[in-house]
């Protein structure tokens, strides 16, 4: 990867963490863990309490893309044909039209995903693993990039169908909003006292772009040593006394790309075992299944992550100077 490809992802990180801070206030970490899965190819899940800026974090990255996007609210009597679309007859041609649902965009926002049925999220798998949708036996390509955001609410029960293992596993990464501060609440006050800045808020790059700095980022440099430890961190989380079902290959693969979009946005063409550090946590917690009596002890599958990541040591070898 050269100095100029480097440059060119940094760029787009700025620009793009500048433009959505226009509507969302104090969230820069947020927005630049956003933009890794963003850069990696993968979807989000964003789980918080009501009211603390999940769909407007979303509303603001797709708005900021450029490209095509579409709204599901879900709710239990969504049908899966609601998301992915259904074949229409036509009477003048005599023949089934395919009419695309709302799946059929770049960025989607599945908003309360946890309100849908079981029958409806799974409508989802196929888009989020392959990038594609079959529709009466017919197989209908999405638009690249293409990019999930999901939001749930973690504490409210009642009315909802909790994501299965499956569907968590697809999700690239989870994200945690939490609560702004004096100041950052003061200040959401002052900037929607008479208009949301979301209306007038412009692209400021293009798919076509994002697609060509995912690229890029997939030849991010990654020295064995380092994949040995992304290896042994996600191994370590099958084997924990308080896990029931840890980490899948997929977590591991989706921890070294990630690790490659934060180096590059960092302005590096090779990862450090710090970046594998800062992501472990979004990445691979919502992939554990704690046992049973380890969620009545108020065991969390983010404290296991944590402690795996004092656990497991970094080799000698593995840090590279750049």
Same mark, same amino acid.
């Given at each position: 990867?050269?100095?100029?490809? &480097?440059?060119?992802? @940094?760029?787009?990180?700025?620009?793009?963490?500048?433009?959505? #801070?226009?509507?969302?206030?104090?969230?820069?970490? +947020? $927005?630049? @863990?956003?933009?890794?899965?963003?850069? #990696?190819?993968?979807?989000?899940?964003?789980?918080?309490?009501?009211?603390?800026?999940?769909?407007?974090?979303?509303?603001?990255?797709?708005?900021?893309?450029?490209?095509?996007?579409?709204?599901?609210? !879900?709710?239990?009597?969504?049908?899966?044909?609601?998301?992915?679309? &259904?074949?229409?007859?036509?009477?003048?041609?005599?023949?089934? @039209?395919? =009419?695309?649902? /709302?799946?059929?965009?770049?960025?989607?926002?599945?908003?309360?995903?946890? =309100?849908?049925?079981?029958?409806?999220?799974?409508?989802?798998?196929?888009?989020?693993?392959?990038?594609?949708? $079959?529709?009466?036996?017919?197989?209908?390509?999405?638009?690249?990039?293409?990019?999930?955001?999901?939001?749930?609410?973690?504490?409210?029960?009642?009315?909802?169908?909790?994501?299965?293992?499956?569907?968590?596993?697809?999700?690239?990464?989870?994200?945690?909003?939490?609560?702004?501060?004096?100041?950052?609440?003061?200040?959401?006050?002052?900037?929607?006292?008479?208009?949301?800045?979301?209306?007038?808020?412009?692209? !400021?790059?293009?798919?076509?772009?994002?697609?060509?700095?995912?690229?890029?980022?997939?030849?991010?440099?990654?020295?064995?040593?380092?994949?040995?430890?992304?290896?042994?961190?996600?191994?370590?989380?099958? $084997?924990?006394?308080?896990?029931?079902?840890?980490?899948? /290959?997929?977590? #591991?693969?989706?921890?070294?790309?990630?690790?490659?979009?934060?180096?590059?946005?960092?302005?590096?063409?090779?990862?450090?075992?710090?970046?594998?550090?800062?992501?472990?946590?979004?990445?691979?917690?919502?992939?554990?299944?704690?046992?049973?009596?380890?969620?009545?002890?108020?065991?969390?599958?983010?404290?296991?992550?944590?402690?795996?990541?004092?656990?497991?040591?970094?080799?000698?070898? +593995?840090? =590279? +100077?750049?």
């Amino acid at each position: 990867m050269t100095g100029l490809a &480097v440059q060119a992802v @940094t760029d787009f990180a700025t620009k793009m963490g500048d433009n959505v #801070s226009r509507v969302m206030v104090g969230k820069e970490q +947020e $927005t630049k @863990t956003l933009l890794v899965a963003l850069l #990696s190819g993968g979807h989000v899940l964003l789980e918080d309490v009501p009211g603390v800026g999940k769909t407007m974090l979303a509303r603001a990255l797709a708005t900021s893309f450029g490209g095509t996007f579409s709204r599901i609210q !879900c709710t239990p009597d969504l049908l899966p044909s609601d998301i992915t679309g &259904v074949s229409i007859y036509n009477q003048k041609l005599g023949d089934f @039209t395919f =009419r695309p649902g /709302p799946i059929m965009a770049q960025i989607v926002l599945a908003d309360e995903i946890n =309100r849908a049925t079981p029958r409806t999220q799974s409508s989802l798998l196929e888009a989020m693993g392959e990038g594609q949708v $079959t529709v009466d036996g017919v197989t209908h390509s999405l638009g690249q990039p293409f990019m999930v955001l999901a939001t749930q609410n973690p504490i409210e029960f009642e009315g909802t169908f909790p994501l299965p293992e499956a569907q968590l596993d697809r999700f690239f990464l989870r994200l945690n909003l939490g609560y702004p501060s004096l100041a950052e609440e003061n200040e959401v006050l002052l900037r929607l006292q008479e208009s949301h800045p979301i209306q007038e808020l412009q692209p !400021c790059t293009t798919p076509l772009e994002v697609a060509q700095l995912q690229k890029l980022v997939a030849k991010v440099h990654v020295e064995a040593s380092v994949r040995d430890y992304i290896v042994r961190l996600t191994q370590s989380t099958r $084997t924990h006394p308080q896990v029931q079902l840890g980490a899948s /290959p997929r977590g #591991s693969l989706a921890l070294l790309r990630a690790a490659q979009a934060l180096a590059a946005m960092e302005g590096r063409d090779f990862i450090l075992p710090d970046d594998v550090k800062a992501l472990a946590i979004p990445v691979l917690a919502h992939r554990l299944t704690l046992k049973v009596e380890s969620q009545l002890r108020g065991v969390s599958a983010t404290s296991v992550v944590s402690e795996l990541l004092h656990q497991v040591e970094v080799k000698a070898e +593995e840090i =590279r +100077e750049g």
